[in-house]
């Protein structure tokens, strides 16, 4: 139980970082288009390290240690991320949900509120987050989800904010901004409980979680931070913060894994 209460308080904390970042509305007006996609790369570079180093190493690596082969092990890994990137997937088909950049996605959904649609939009892209921070603390080194925990709370600062400006560009209020995308980090814990307490049924699971995690993410990065980023036309900025939010993650990963 200790395991599983790990892992969703460290999710919360990570989640909570989108609340922290969406302060700023409470004072700015806007920010340019090239500080939006600059935030945006910064988040989607963090994403792509702590799916690289964070999640698919450690369950190759794990999955050695449970007696499997190297081959095997990768078996495990490259499955994982199949089965993590097809429910994200699946949730973009059958969940209606609106991007505040790239529109409507999903089955018709005239009679749901707009603001429901970003709602759901943000919980499809947070969940994986929160998912991937549980089942970190799940592994046999218990606080090797520490790197994971800090870089998913990194890379929710600046997407606080881009939540909360847009939401400002659709007249709400600034409270309402605030409020909204301060709540959009509550998927995370929801998350982060389902990680930590799959894999603390068995630790046979955990190159699976970590695995499937590393999918989710990796469908949320390619499908939502990058082609944001070219709406934005901000592709130079943008490719700029995915190697600075990249560079600082691995830092991370290295320096506390």
């Known amino acids: 139980m200790n395991t599983i209460w790990l892992g969703f308080g460290a999710s919360l904390l990570a989640g909570m970082g989108t609340a922290i970042g969406a302060l700023p509305v409470l004072g700015l007006q806007q920010v340019s288009q090239r500080w939006q996609g600059l935030m945006l790369g910064l988040g ?3 994403m792509l390290a702590a799916t690289s180093f964070s999640l698919i190493v450690p369950a190759t690596e794990i999955a050695e ?3 499997y ?3 095997a092990g990768a078996a ?3 499955s994982g991320i199949a089965i993590g990137a097809a429910l994200l997937w699946w949730l973009h088909n059958h969940f209606p949900h ?5 529109g409507r996605e999903g089955p018709d959904a005239s009679v749901v509120q707009r603001i429901w649609l970003f709602i759901i939009a943000i919980t499809i892209h947070n969940f994986p987050e929160g998912l991937a ?3 970190g603390f799940g592994a046999p080194e218990l606080y090797s989800g520490v790197p994971l925990m800090i870089g998913i709370g990194l890379q929710n600062l ?3 904010l881009v939540v909360a400006l847009a939401l400002r560009e659709l007249q709400y209020s600034v409270g309402s901004a605030f409020g909204i995308a301060a709540a959009t980090g509550l998927a995370e814990p929801l998350g982060g409980l389902l990680g930590a307490g799959l894999v603390s049924l068995g630790q046979t699971i955990l ?4 695995a499937i995690a590393a999918g989710a993410m990796l469908f949320v990065i390619v499908d939502e931070v990058i082609p944001e980023i070219d709406r934005k036309s901000c592709r130079q900025e943008g490719t700029l913060g995915v190697i600075a939010g990249f560079l600082v993650m691995t830092l991370l990963d290295i320096a506390l894994g």
């Not at 190159?207 to 970590?210: D, E, H």
């Open 65 to 67: 240690l449970q007696g």
């Open 76 to 78: 495990i890994a490259c």
């Open 158 to 160: 600046p997407e606080g």
């Open 44 to 46: 989607g570079g963090v």
């Open 207 to 210: 190159p699976w979680g970590l």
């Open 69 to 71: 082969s190297q081959g």
């Open 98 to 102: 609106e991007h505040f950049i790239q």
């Open 133 to 135: 921070v549980g089942v």
